[in-house]
């Protein structure tokens, strides 16, 4: 039996919890990946989301859901399965303003085209309520969305890496495509500041998948 330790919300009270989800992911990627690999993947996420969560009680689903997708970025990165489309990663410092809402207006204007990821270098506890806001005048919900830490899989898992203001906590590897995004940070903004943000980014999102999409098409 692997030894786990405790975090300060609890990791003892949530370990059946987490080898239930092991369990689930387990089968998801049986063949892929060992049990054990899952289950280490299960409790890492789980510990990695609780330095900065500020409700406990969203940790159980949050850790699935960022598990399950850190092993499909692993399998990906590792040839084990195929992406029929192109894998993006937005990098921002707390993955709580300009990552989000990247993520966010990608997912839409991509139409299931693209696969799209975010991250932070340091993560936030939660998305800036300015930025759920903004998203939500255009009739877009990310209040469910959550801020994630930056790990090496889906780094490596993405076509396209996309860094806004990240410095150099991003790595590198050879075969990507790198863009630095350099636009201002909607923390402690007004309305209408984080709202010229989101347009800047919703045009910037325009343009890259259009070039994304037309390569997908002649590749």
């Known amino acids: 039996m692997t030894e786990h330790r ?14 239930r989800i092991s369990a689930r992911l387990g089968e998801k990627f049986a063949g ?19 330095r900065t ?6 940790l159980p689903a949050t850790t699935e859901h960022f598990a399950s997708d850190r092993l499909s970025a692993l399998a990906k990165s590792k040839g084990a399965i195929a992406s029929e489309v192109p894998e993006v990663l937005f990098v921002c410092v707390q993955n709580a303003g300009r990552s989000q809402l990247a993520a966010a207006l990608l997912t839409v204007e991509a139409k ?14 939660e998305l800036d309520p300015a930025v759920v806001t903004v998203m939500s005048e255009m009739g877009l919900d990310v209040s469910r969305n959550y801020p994630k830490p930056l790990t090496d899989d889906v780094v490596r898992a993405s076509d396209v890496v996309i860094t806004m203001g990240c410095g150099d906590s991003c790595p590198i590897y050879p075969g990507k495509r790198y863009e630095d995004w350099d636009l201002p940070d909607p923390a402690g903004q007004p309305l209408e500041k984080v709202r010229e943000i989101r347009d800047q980014i919703h045009e910037r999102v325009k343009t890259l998948v259009d070039s994304l999409t037309k390569e997908t098409t002649h590749s």
């Open 6 to 19: 405790t975090t300060g919300l609890g990791l003892q009270d949530n370990t059946e919890i987490l080898h």
């Open 53 to 58: 969560a500020k409700v406990s009680s969203h």
């Open 32 to 50: 892929i990946f060992a049990p054990e690999t899952v289950e280490r993947y299960v409790f890492e996420s789980y510990a990695a989301l609780a």
């Open 112 to 125: 299931g085209r693209i696969h799209v990821r975010s991250a932070g270098s340091l993560p936030a506890a």
